[in-house]
T-cell receptor, first 112, second 114 residues
Framework: SQQGEEDPQALSIQEGENATMNCSYK?????LQWYRQNSGRGLVHLIL?????REKHSGRLRVTLDTSKKSSSLLITASRAADTASYFC????????????FGKGTKLTVNP | EADIYQTPRYLVIGTGKKITLECSQT?????MYWYQQDPGMELHLIHY???????EKGDLSSESTVSRIRTEHFPLTLESARPSHTSQYLC?????????????FGQGTRLTVV
């Protein structure tokens, strides 16, 4: 399968804690993206990291990319109840392919 | 906020009916996608388009068809709906800058075939 694998599948934490989600993929890629999906809604783009970058920050989000291990992680610091959602990694299907495929997602619950 | 719209948001329809799910974007994006997603599950690419008159099947086999006659419009049609088609359908678009561009998603159409 060209789909990515994410872990954990589900994560439950308390407000204020940090949440870390991991994504692994199989092919060579030139970028990897993270998206958020609130229940039953469309996806919203969070951050994009290129293959020549190792780490990227956006507000409370920190993304890392290890192309040698074909893996990426998304860290949400100081989580809030409003961060409760599913988080997906996405990447080109094959190298520079135009097709964007998604991982299986991590369902994050942040308890007040 | 993304300017990509899907209609209807919810649709309940009987088996055997023909349906068209609408997707329109006002951003002038060349690339458009249709994904199928069961509740709480991963997204599967079922159709994509690089531009007008360009459509291709995605990774997940689907009995639906698509057309791209205008840049802004990418409708998906099911000629004869079946209960197995019950799912959420998400439309997305992105700029044609090689493969490095974020995708913008519509709110989705939740289809139930009874």
């Amino acid at each position: 399968s060209q789909q990515g694998e994410e872990d954990p599948q589900a994560l439950s934490i308390q407000e204020g804690e940090n949440a870390t989600m991991n994504c692994s993929y199989k092919t060579s890629i030139n970028n990897l993206q993270w998206y958020r999906q609130n229940s039953g809604r469309g996806l919203v783009h969070l951050i994009l990291i290129r293959s020549n970058e190792r780490e990227k920050h956006s507000g409370r989000l920190r993304v890392t990319l290890d192309t040698s291990k074909k893996s990426s992680s998304l860290l949400i610091t100081a989580s809030r109840a409003a961060d409760t959602a599913s988080y997906f990694c996405a990447f080109p299907a094959q190298g520079g392919s135009e097709k964007l495929v998604f991982g299986k997602g991590t369902k994050l619950t942040v308890n007040p | 906020e993304a300017d990509i719209y899907q209609t209807p948001r919810y649709l309940v329809i009987g088996t055997g009916k023909k349906i068209t799910l609408e997707c329109s974007q006002t951003m002038g994006h060349d690339k458009m996608y249709w994904y199928q997603q069961d509740p709480g599950m991963e997204l599967h690419l079922i159709h994509y388009s690089y531009g007008v008159n360009s459509t291709e099947k995605g990774d997940l086999s689907s009995e639906s068809t698509v057309s791209r006659i205008r840049t802004e419009h990418f409708p998906l049609t099911l000629e004869s709906a079946r209960p197995s088609h019950t799912s959420q359908y998400l439309c997305a678009s992105s700029e044609f800058e090689g493969s490095i561009s974020e995708a913008f998603f519509g709110q989705g159409t939740r289809l139930t075939v009874v």
